[in-house]
């Protein structure tokens, strides 16, 4: 099970993009602080300020300086007294492909066969052969369910978004967003990939609405695996034991099937999880061998995640 988290009343912002102000340089942590819309801050690595997009027709040459203007996306929303994360690699997620302005090359999903591979490339060839195109793809391993017209199409999609995000956003006013994330349901329906896919279920009526509007425009071959729970007597978070894995994620003491056990805490800087034998009394592996970790790392990504 993998569960992801929304606080109700708090959107997240990661992956919008905005055109922000450079505030100030801190040459000792080699980053930027970026001014945001309605007075926020955003800390930008100095080692991506090569590949800035500036605004007003400025081209990528020479350092940041307090007052620049650039086009900036939130890679990570704000956690824990730490500011959001910028980046200058502007990503523009499809289904089957991902536009990005941080690599002008195109690349494939490593899950991707040989012969998916050499097939996508060839309906991608004439793309593959522009020589002075700003932006790069991802294509996706959704892209081996794809058909030419289907891949081609969304390429223009994002080509076109690319245009109206990235060249047009160029002239726009400083703090403008420019691109809005899809909500996260949509995000991970898009990322799903499709042969995996066998039923999404929700008790929400304007998610559901949302869902199947997306299906009939991206996916409508799984618009039958949509279904609206509606049940009084049995909530669906009853049915799906939401309450139970909430309380799991939450133990510091997770135990094994080998019989040992891992102590997860939370510190300020980081995460700490000890690895403990416990009960564990086989002979081959002592505590802190590869066997006697191996099971317990699904559980530390899960309360790391």
């Avoid at 020479?62 to 890679?75: A, K, M, N, W, Y």
């Amino acid at each position: 099970m993998e569960l992801q988290l929304e606080e109700e009343g708090k959107t997240s912002l990661a992956g919008n993009i905005y055109v922000g102000q450079v505030e100030t340089l801190a040459a000792n942590i080699k980053a930027a602080f970026v001014r945001l819309p309605e007075g926020a801050n955003g800390y930008f690595p100095l080692s991506e300020e090569e590949r800035v997009i500036y605004t007003c027709g400025r081209k990528s040459q020479g350092p940041l300086h307090p007052g620049d203007e650039i086009l900036v996306q939130i890679s990570r929303d704000a956690m824990k007294g730490k500011l959001p994360a910028l980046t200058s690699n502007l990503n523009l997620p499809g289904r089957y492909l991902v536009l990005t302005t941080g690599n002008k090359k195109i690349g494939f999903s490593a899950k991707l066969s040989k012969e998916a591979k050499t097939l996508l490339a060839k309906w991608l060839q004439e793309e593959i052969e522009k020589p002075d195109k700003e932006y790069g793809l991802v294509v996706r391993t959704n892209a081996a369910d794809a058909t030419k017209e289907e891949l081609l199409r969304e390429l223009s999609y994002l080509k076109q978004l690319y245009e109206k995000v990235v060249v047009n956003g160029r002239h726009r006013t400083c703090f403008s967003c420019l691109y809005e994330a899809e909500p996260f349901y949509l995000a991970t329906l898009r990322n799903t990939y499709t042969r995996n896919l066998e039923q999404i279920v929700t008790d929400q009526r304007d998610i559901y609405e949302k869902l199947a509007e997306y299906l009939k425009e991206f996916c409508p071959e799984r618009l039958s695996a949509l279904t609206l729970y509606e049940d009084p007597l049995l909530p669906l978070y009853k049915l799906c034991r939401l309450e139970a894995a909430l309380e799991e994620i939450r133990q510091e003491k997770v135990w094994l099937k080998s019989g040992g056990f891992l102590v997860i805490q939370q510190t300020e800087a980081f995460v700490s999880i000890d690895v403990n034998s416990g009960k564990f009394t086989g002979k081959k592996k002592a505590e802190g061998d590869l066997p006697q970790d191996q099971p317990g790392s699904g559980q530390g990504d899960r309360q790391t995640a």
